[in-house]
């Protein structure tokens, strides 16, 4: 199959099996680059809600740049990965101060805001601008090699490069961005990772894998770094003369920051649980605390490690709780907690001591 016929199969199968999505069709650059942070590390199903709210509570460009920092990432809350929504936020004001509140056309422009690499720069300059930018994300990676017989390792760059060379070659110049959706439409719903269908897909005339019944083969991802698993231990202090809960807001440049949470830390060799947590509520907030009560404990995975967090009830001996190790702490009630952005593995803490 010829690039140009290969074009147009896709495109001709784009046009009458594309899903339908809140920002498909979408005309405002803005939207689309919010659409597409949000999909860089999220499934669309879990982000349409998301995006949904986003867009109601900022809908301009100039709504994010001057909203504050706690707003956009109570709205992120759920979503993970919150340096997206913490970037977005800066990239948003630069926008507004250096662009004019027009977001930027061009790749080399775009690309130079916070949080927007080359999938995103590619995405939002294609679909928005008609710039012929060919984007290479995991389903774009796994319709290529496929469709080529590339058999090499997908984590290496060198093949990452080949992927991204050969999705230039074939972009279609006049719909670029039809051209880049209906590729990754194509990888999430018909070249899926297991069983692709094949006898649905547009492409597979010149197909190589299915040609040579390799679709299990390819694409080949050396296995991954066995992640790291940390035992956590958390303190809720509870203020003996309001019931209030202490809450401490976490350094912006650490991760997850910007959001709120229980304070606590990492188990050390030869701790049983409750002196970790005792010991971190010293070292975090300058307190002397008794853990006398499991409340409940929980295992989380992130995108680099696990943790299984252990939540104690903890009664404050002496001290006043100071922000050492956070930007700042706060009495709430019980009841305010969910006014407040939280990781997730914090909210069914919440949901325990709310009920
Ligand atoms: S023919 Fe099969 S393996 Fe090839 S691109 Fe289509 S779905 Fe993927």
New binding site residues.
């Given amino acids: 199959m010829d690039p140009k016929q290969f074009r147009t199969e896709l495109l001709n199968w784009y046009q009458d099996h594309k899903r339908e999505m809140p920002w498909r069709g979408e005309a405002d650059p803005y939207k689309i680059w919010i659409s597409e942070i949000m999909l860089q590390q999220t499934q669309v199903q879990q982000a349409t809600p998301y995006f949904r709210n986003f867009i109601s509570l900022f809908p301009t460009v100039y709504d994010l740049a001057k909203a504050v920092q706690q707003e956009v990432l109570k709205a992120w809350e759920g979503l993970g990965y919150y340096s997206r929504a913490r970037n977005l936020h800066a990239a948003a004001k630069m926008v507004v101060k250096e662009f004019d509140g027009q977001v930027p056309d061009t790749y080399d422009e775009i690309i130079k805001l916070k949080g927007v690499g080359p999938y995103t720069a590619a995405a939002v300059t294609s679909i928005a601008f008609g710039k012929p930018n060919a984007v290479v994300d995991g389903n774009v990676i796994?319709?290529i090699t496929?469709?080529y017989g590339i058999e090499d390792d997908t984590r290496s760059s060198k093949t990452r490069r080949q992927v991204q060379e050969l999705a230039d070659e074939l972009i279609d110049k006049q719909h670029p961005g039809d051209f880049n959706q209906a590729l990754m439409e194509?990888?999430s719903v018909?070249?899926?990772p297991s069983k692709?269908?094949?006898d649905?897909?547009?492409?597979?005339a010149g197909?190589?894998?299915?040609k040579m019944a390799k679709?299990d083969s390819?694409p080949y991802k050396s296995p991954a770094k066995k992640k790291p698993h940390y035992t956590i231990g958390v303190g809720i202090i509870e203020r003996d003369q309001d019931g209030k809960i202490l809450i401490a807001l976490r350094p912006n440049e650490a991760m997850l920051g910007g959001l709120w949470e229980f304070p606590g830390g990492k188990q050390e060799d030869g701790e049983d649980i409750q002196e970790t947590v005792e010991r971190e509520l010293k070292e975090e907030l300058g307190v002397e605390v008794k853990a006398y009560k499991e409340l409940t404990h929980l295992k989380h995975t992130y995108s680099h490690f696990s943790i299984t967090m252990h939540a104690w009830h903890c009664k404050l001996l002496s001290g006043e709780p100071k922000p050492k190790e956070s930007q700042e702490v706060k009495w709430v009630a019980t009841d305010d907690l969910q006014k407040f952005p939280f990781p997730k593995a914090n909210q069914v803490l919440i949901s325990k001591l709310v009920n």
């Fill in positions: 796994r319709v496929r469709y194509l990888g018909i070249c899926t692709p269908k094949c649905s897909c547009p492409i597979q197909c190589t894998a299915s679709t390819i």
